[in-house]
Every structure is written in structure tokens, then in C-alpha cells.
């Protein structure tokens, strides 16, 4: 008897290979996955923090491909705390200067990348937006501003799709070989009620249907259906009720890898995988014969990877344990 429905996911035509470049943005889902792709050597840029809204994440996108950073009227200060509305959090200083001069590194970092990226991997969060009651702006992020600042906005299907080809078509004037992949972060917004987080899911899936079959170099991967269609138990999150738990997530980034990646990258995951399991491992006397042996074989491995990924800095450490081990 089958007591659950698993989602198969069809195998990508667009295969990713291990020395392509992949830029990841928007909900805080998009980090976990550009941790997990990281880890296993994908050559990762993930620049922006967390950003929820379409709107939002094809601006920063848009500034990363035009090499353009934001008017002097999108920066702010509360409580000596200078930050920008176009930006996340994290993007803030008690320095107005130091707080431009980051988001203009950090905007020439992303253009650098975007020029050569591979892939786009987009994960929209909401499709609620706040906007400034004074411009009708729509933020990245509301910096704990009086909620009388701004107006709570839903957008439609149309106002998303139309905020996509904006972006769209820059990236394909400066890039036209890079391809896109747009997911639902499976993260509910429960602060807009567990009714209204339907609608603005709804309106999020429908507009990634739509784009996804409008432009034939774009993808939908479905991490939303896995989470609540797949898994759909709540032991696969987190003691809040609302992100999903590690087991999720690495459930998850493997559909995905099998979906994406060729053959000969799932082969190096698999001798990837234990190999950090390997560099892990603790040993009860780390100079004794044994285990030094098994240093030079696990060092032995990573040289031979080296032709295939940038594997530098554990070689790097391994020797050093190798030569401190051996004195």
C-alpha cells in the first residue's frame, strides 16, 4: 500500500554541468538551496539576502545587470542606522558612505557574475508588497519603518509577469545564453493569514506557469508541490510550523539535482559526499600509522578532483594536518 504521493520530477533538457556558474536570489529558501549547491561545488553567487517579492528581486536583478546603483532618495536612517528600501536588512551601517560604497561592490560583484552565469535560479516568496505611501515604491524590505509609511499591495499575475520580461529582456541583451529556473518558496507567510497565504501563493505558481511557458529557456522547478504535495507531513518542519526542516530541504535539493544535473555530476556528488564525510572524521590518535595513511589516501582523492572543481583549500588544510601529524 502507498501512503503518500511523491512528486517525479522530470529530467531538465537543460542539464546544468559542474563548470557552470548558477545565481540564486530571493526568499530565504533560494539561501538554503544556494548552501546546499555550494557545498557540493557549484560555483554559487548569491548576493542580494533574502528578498520576497517579484518586484523587488527583477530590480536587484536589473541593478546587477545594468552595473546601476540606486538614487540617493531610496536611502533612509532610523535610529542612526542608515539603510536603503530596495535592500535587505542586512545592507545597513550607522555610515551612509560605508552603507553605498557595499551596495556598489556588491552590485559590481553581481554584474561580473550575471555576465557569465549559467543559470538563474529565482524563488519567489510573496506576492504581497509594501510601497511607500509617499512615491508607491514597492520595497525589498520595510526596516521596521512605521507600518503608516507604506501600503500592503497584492500583486496580480499581469504585474508580475510584466516585471519579469522587464528583466528578461536585459539579461538575454547582456547575456543571451544564461537560462532561467523560477521555484515557489514552500515557506508560508502566516503573518498574511493561512487564507491570504493561499491567495498569494496561487498568483505566485499561476505567474511562473505562465512565464515558464511564454519563454521556452525558462523552468519551473516545484519545490512548493514537493514540501505539500510530496512530503506533506508536518514532521518536515521546523519547530515553528512554517520552514521546513533540514531532512526537507536536502530532500528537496535532490530532486533537484536529479532533475538538472548530468550524469557524470551525479557521480561526483556521490564521491563528494563522502569525502566530506571523510575530512569530517575524527580520529582517537591523529598520529598514529593508520590514520596517517588514511590522510594521504583521502589527499591522493582530492588531487585527482582537482581537474574537475576547485578542491584548493582542502588539499591546503589536508597537508598541513599531514605534515603536523607526521612531525
Known sequence: ????????????????????????????????????????????????????????????LMFGLKKETPSAKTYSVHDGVHFNFYFHSSFS??????????IQNTIAKANSFLRTASRIII????????????????????????????????????????????????LKSINPACKIILTVSPVR?????????????????????SISNQFSDVEYFPAYEILLDDLRDYRFYKKDLIHPTEEAIDYICEK??????????????TEWSQIKKDLNHKPFNIKSESHQKFLQSLL??????????????EIENLKSSVVIHQL
Do not use: W
Request: charged letters at 25%; one cysteine or more.
Open 300 to 313: 591522493l582523492k582530492l588531487e585527482k578532483l582537482q581537474s574537475q572543481v576547485d578542491v584548493s583549500k
Open 189 to 209: 507567510h502566516l503573518k498574511d493569514t493561512i487564507e491570504l497565504n493561499a491567495v498569494s501563493k496561487s498568483i505566485l505558481r499561476i505567474a511562473c506557469h
Open 1 to 60: 500500500m502507498d501512503f503518500r504521493t511523491e512528486l517525479h520530477t522530470r529530467p531538465s533538457e537543460n542539464k546544468l554541468l559542474m563548470s557552470d556558474k548558477v545565481l540564486t536570489i530571493g526568499s530565504c529558501f533560494a539561501d538554503e538551496m544556494a548552501f546546499r549547491l555550494a557545498e557540493n561545488k557549484i560555483q554559487i553567487g548569491n548576493y542580494f539576502g533574502t528578498v520576497f517579492n517579484p518586484v523587488s528581486i527583477h530590480r536587484l
Open 123 to 170: 524563488t519567489y516568496g510573496t506576492s504581497f508588497v509594501y510601497k511607500l505611501t509617499d512615491t508607491g515604491e514597492a520595497v525589498a524590505n520595510c526596516h521596521k519603518m512605521p507600518s503608516t509609511d507604506f501600503n500592503k499591495y497584492l500583486l496580480t499575475q499581469p504585474e508580475i509577469i510584466e516585471s519579469f520580461e522587464g528583466f528578461y529582456g536585459t
Open 256 to 269: 533537484f539535482i536529479d532533475s538538472y544535473f548530468d550524469k557524470s555530476a551525479k557521480i561526483f556528488f
Open 93 to 102: 551601517s550607522t555610515d551612509k558612505n560605508e552603507l553605498a560604497n557595499r
